[in-house]
């Protein structure tokens, strides 16, 4: 299992693209400063009111297939 670890600041009317599907995939850089890809819907758990703010970890399998994202703290 691999494990990612950034840091994500969105404001609301920036999760509505993600929310409404016109963008399917949110590009981070974690902390070791790779570039990371996942699908966008995987943040849809964590929008709220006020956007996405927080700390994550992104849980991939060994062939680089989504687990989970969780927030951290």
Not at 2 to 23: D, H, N, P, V, W
Not at 49 to 66: E, P, S, V, W, Y
Request: some cysteine.
């Amino acid at each position: 299992m691999k494990e990612f670890y950034f840091t994500l600041s969105m404001s609301y009317s920036q999760c509505l693209a993600y929310y409404k599907g016109r963008i399917s995939a949110v590009q981070v850089i974690d902390d070791a400063g790779r570039k990371i890809r996942f699908p966008a819907n995987k943040l849809l758990p964590h929008m709220s009111q006020i956007g996405i703010r927080g700390r994550f970890r992104l849980l991939l399998d060994a062939n680089n297939k989504f687990i989970r994202l969780e927030r951290v703290h």
